[in-house]
Nanobody, 120 residues
Framework: QVQLVESGGGLVQARGSLRLSCARS????????MGWYRQAPGKQREAVAT???????DYADLVKDRFTISTDNAKNMVYLQMNNLKPEDTAVYYC??????????????WGQGTQVTVSS
């Protein structure tokens, strides 16, 4: 069973930085996209940043030029560097992998989430 564990969240002042990490417990046969999503109270979960197995990245307009997604495939890690944080970035951040286990159907994997709170 593949598990994703996020870390690195916390309380930070506006204009500060945080680096989120997502550790994958084991390899997945096929990985299509890895990404970070967030959900603020009373709002739907939204995509923040994604990266394909080939390294192509995509960012939500609200975080472009402030957030950077990266991976270390050798360590089964996904990172999200968040700079110049704003109070509206406050949310629970979730790690996601769109992948396919060997011999099984494609599916989404989710972590348990890590809270990011940005004070003004």
């Amino acid at each position: 069973q593949v598990q994703l564990v996020e870390s690195g969240g916390g309380l930070v002042q506006a204009r500060g930085s945080l680096r989120l990490s997502c550790a994958r417990s084991r390899s997945i046969f096929a990985v299509y996209t890895m990404g970070w999503y967030r959900q603020a109270p009373g709002k739907q979960r939204e995509a923040v940043a994604t990266i394909t197995e080939g390294g192509s990245t995509d960012y939500a307009d609200l975080v472009k030029d402030r957030f950077t997604i990266s991976t270390d495939n050798a360590k089964n890690m996904v990172y999200l560097q968040m700079n110049n944080l704003k109070p509206e970035d406050t949310a629970v951040y979730y790690c996601n992998i769109d992948g396919r286990p060997f011999g099984r159907t494609r599916r989404d994997y989710w972590g348990q989430g890590t809270q990011v709170t940005v004070s003004s």
